[in-house]
């Protein structure tokens, strides 16, 4: 199915081209965006193909939080490039970030929100970081992270979108570097449809996708071990997958997810490329298409169009509602008495 074809033989649906006319630059725009929102909201009610990815992941020392989404790698000082730290004092934000934080005029920005890193070039258990910025939505937020061991890289569990101020409680042995958490770096998933963790012997566990009620039944969130719970949180506009129990040091497990993804988002660059969809989702498309754009260039949605559009749509729905047929349509065989019944007649 190409996009471009689609949108304007929508368009020509509801008369707002002529049969050999094309659209407006702004036209087909507003079409495109008009399209993807479509795909979006099919690809909600389980309607679209299912688009079934496996990832896997390494696993950090006691870390029970991982944000999920297609995003740059993570950057070690992309906040504050290593630095001493003489006493109780605030730390100058000058990250030179790779693409997950840029900074400017003394405040960092991730590319998603993220958790916060500090690594320590020293030994620093009895010494905590306060970061303050704010959330995706500008709200502000703060978060006190301990840092760790000389080489040991602590993170923090709240997402920040930005960085405005890192403060120490007290002096640090060796230099300090702040900067971004490393991502889950896939599409934010639909949902996560199984799960399983594999040890650094081959060893695999299943782990239980739990809703957020039973996770936070869970008593111990900080107890160690391998992983037989899962709770996704589809904050917005990256993920955030909880485990439990976490490992108690890295390297040891890897997690593996089977994720169902959105669909991918028709860009401009994209409107001459098939989008691989069965063709029996061509016509749903078209009159759905165009009964959602008929009021965007005050055309009334006939009772024809309106008919397609559900006819159409219905005639998916059903596609992805029907059960699997039985591998074999022989009967089984009843039982009498604990015994075979067969009817000689």
């Known amino acids: 199915m190409i996009p471009r074809n689609l949108i304007n033989s929508a368009l020509r649906a509801i008369n707002a081209i002529g049969a050999n006319e094309v659209p407006t630059n702004d036209m087909f725009e507003d079409a495109r965006e008009l399209l993807n929102m479509l795909l979006d909201s099919w690809s909600a009610e389980e309607l679209l193909p299912h688009d079934y990815v496996q990832t896997s992941f390494d696993l950090l020392a006691a870390i029970e939080n991982y944000t999920i989404v297609d995003g740059a790698e993570a950057d070690a000082d992309g906040i504050c490039v ?27 920005t991730m590319d998603y929100p993220r958790h916060v890193s500090v690594l320590s070039a020293g030994a620093n258990t ?36 930005t960085v405005t101020s890192v403060t120490s409680s007290g002096a640090a042995s060796g230099n300090v570097s702040v900067g971004s958490d490393a991502i889950i770096d896939i ?120 008919a397609r559009a559900a006819e159409t749509k219905n005639v998916i729905r059903m596609l992805n509602s029907m059960p699997p047929k039985p591998l074999s349509m022989a009967s089984p065989i009843p039982l009498v008495n604990n015994q075979p019944a067969f009817n000689k007649n």
């Open 82 to 108: 290593s630095q001493a730290v003489s006493g109780a004092s605030t730390l100058t934000i000058n990250g030179v970030g790779t693409g997950s934080v840029t900074v400017a005029s003394g405040v960092a």
């Open 126 to 161: 009895a010494v905590t970081m306060t970061v303050v910025g704010t959330n995706t939505y500008g709200d502000a937020i703060s978060e006190v992270i301990t840092m760790g061991g000389n080489g040991v890289t602590t993170y923090g569990v709240k997402q920040f979108k």
């Open 187 to 306: 599409r934010r998933p639909i949902k996560i449809v199984s799960a399983f963790c594999r040890t650094s012997a081959g060893v695999d566990t299943p782990v239980l996708i739990a809703s957020r009620e039973r996770f936070n039944e869970i008593r111990d969130k900080d107890e160690a071990g391998t992983p037989t719970k899962l709770y996704y949180d589809r904050l917005y506009p990256s993920g955030e997958i909880y485990i439990h129990p976490t490992p108690a040091a890295a390297g040891t497990h890897d997690l593996h997810l089977d994720l169902w993804l959105p669909f991918v988002t028709i860009s401009a660059s994209s409107v001459d490329t098939d989008i691989n969809l069965p063709s029996e989702y061509l016509l749903a498309f078209r009159w759905n298409l165009a009964a959602e754009l008929a009021p965007e260039y005050g055309k009334n949605v006939t009772e024809f169009v309106f």
